[in-house]
């Protein structure tokens, strides 16, 4: 059973930075995608990012938040550590929510929607205050 544990959350002034965390176990698809989804407040979970394990070739969401954080947030991957990492830069108030980190098998070439993951972690609560 695949388990994902986000950590790395918290409060945070605007302007500042967050480095999330997704601890994976043990995966043995031959690929798989990781990737972050958010969940504001009454709003629906919406990617955010994703690494493809195979290449490592990075992808942002399509939905106008996804596209606000290109340049301030990045996706990385640490093997050794088998740990997926979420840098969140020039934190803003819309960037509060509830974020996911989540797995799908198989290859990837964009983000997927959220019915389309196979695996979830709890997730992990950003709160940037004005």
């Known amino acids: 059973e695949v388990q994902l544990v986000e950590s790395g959350g918290g409060l945070v002034q605007a302007g500042g930075s967050l480095r999330l965390s997704c601890s994976m176990s043990t995966i043995t698809f031959d690929d798989y995608g990781i990737c972050w989804f958010r969940q504001a407040p009454g709003k629906e979970r919406e990617g955010v990012l994703c690494?493809?394990?195979?290449?490592?070739?990075?992808?942002?969401?399509?939905?106008l938040y996804a596209l606000s954080v290109k340049g301030r947030f990045t996706i990385s991957r640490d093997d050794a550590k088998s740990t997926v990492y979420l840098q969140m830069n020039g934190l803003k108030p819309e960037d509060t929510a509830v974020y996911y980190c989540?797995?799908?098998?198989?290859?990837?070439?964009?983000?997927?929607?959220?019915?389309?993951?196979?695996?979830w972690g709890k997730g992990t609560p950003v709160t940037v205050a004005s």
């Open positions: 989540a797995l799908t098998e198989g290859t990837i070439a964009a983000v997927p929607p959220a019915f389309g993951m196979d695996y």
């Open positions: 690494i493809s394990h195979s290449d490592g070739r990075t992808y942002y969401g399509r939905t």
